[in-house]
């Protein structure tokens, strides 16, 4: 009899498939028998894949040639590949909203029926409700002509936002997941994100710099006194995936040990930020 989870029969596409999260994720996808896994960065991976696709997710131009170049059927497309406030704000939004858009979009028509998109997001885009307006207003800018209209809407806009750019690049994927989750299950495609807190990877120490040392430490503190470990990023991403989560369409999952929850119900302790 199959797993539930099982990717037998599924072929995956991962960006930032070389490192941390996804990294884990190749694992995980072996561990459940992916029949293809397809890796989009700029590293080449060393763990478990079919096909490798060097690519700089900050450049339109090469985020077209890789949709043009993957191989369908796509099963699931996993859009992880972030970077943080250490790169330019720019850089910031073109790999973490535009490309993993663009792919969202551009490899939908190549898509199964019984497909899956899957956004790591944050919990640092948690607070996109404080800013729904400027955020639908750069979401209703096509991105099927180019790039360039949302980055000159981000540039106009970024120093009345009140957010840094990595936040509110986050902002955008989970409203985004949202808003995209309809159209994609009219075709069968669910979409869904991941929130995670703080998780052990070779960019944390970038958010250590952006951010401050005590900022992160009181929020790993909040959740359960330990980063999130890649793994448990990456079997939550694989579940919503696979078939296991066929009704799970539209949702910002947290992967933050309740630290959320916490908020929401006061009982977070706030000294110490
Ligand atoms: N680490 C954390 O604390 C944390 C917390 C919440 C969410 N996240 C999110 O998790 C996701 C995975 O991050 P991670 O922590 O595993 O980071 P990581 O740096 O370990 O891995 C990121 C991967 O993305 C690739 N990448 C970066 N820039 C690229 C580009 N221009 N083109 C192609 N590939 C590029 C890198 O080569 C790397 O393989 C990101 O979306 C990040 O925003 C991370």
Not at 71 to 80: A, E, K, S
Request: glycine letters at 10%.
């Amino acid at each position: 009899m199959t797993h539930p989870f099982s990717y037998e029969g599924r072929r995956a596409v991962v960006t930032g498939g070389a490192s941390g999260v996804g990294a884990a994720l190749l694992d995980v996808l072996a561990e459940l028998g992916a029949a293809h896994v397809t890796v989009l960065d700029l590293a080449s991976p060393n763990g478990p894949h079919d096909a490798f696709l060097a690519t700089d997710l900050s450049d339109e131009g090469a985020v077209r040639t890789a949709i043009a170049d993957v191989d369908g059927p796509v099963h699931t497309l996993f859009n992880n590949a972030g970077v943080a406030d250490t790169q330019a704000p720019d850089v910031v939004m073109q790999v973490n909203y535009l490309a993993l858009r663009t792919l969202s979009e551009g490899l939908l028509d190549r898509m199964a029926d019984d497909g899956a998109i899957v956004n790591t997001a944050s919990i640092a885009g948690n607070l996109w409700r404080k800013r729904a307006e400027q955020i639908d207003a750069l979401l209703d800018v096509d991105v099927s002509d180019g790039w360039g209209a949302s980055l000159q809407w981000f540039d106009a806009n970024a120093d009345s936002l009140g957010q840094t750019p990595y936040n509110f690049s986050k902002e955008l994927v989970e409203r985004y997941t949202q808003r995209s989750s309809r159209p994609t299950i009219r075709r069968g495609v669910r979409t869904n994100s991941v929130c995670p807190g703080p998780i052990d990877t070779p960019l944390l120490p970038d958010f250590r710099k952006a951010a401050s040392d005590q900022i992160i430490d009181w929020n790993i503190r909040e959740m359960i006194g330990r980063p999130v470990a890649a793994r448990e990023v990456a079997l939550v991403l694989a579940f919503l995936g696979s078939s296991a989560a066929a009704y799970v369409n539209g949702v910002n999952l947290d992967i933050d040990g309740g630290f959320n929850a916490a908020l929401a119900t006061g009982q977070l302790d706030l000294s110490g930020r």
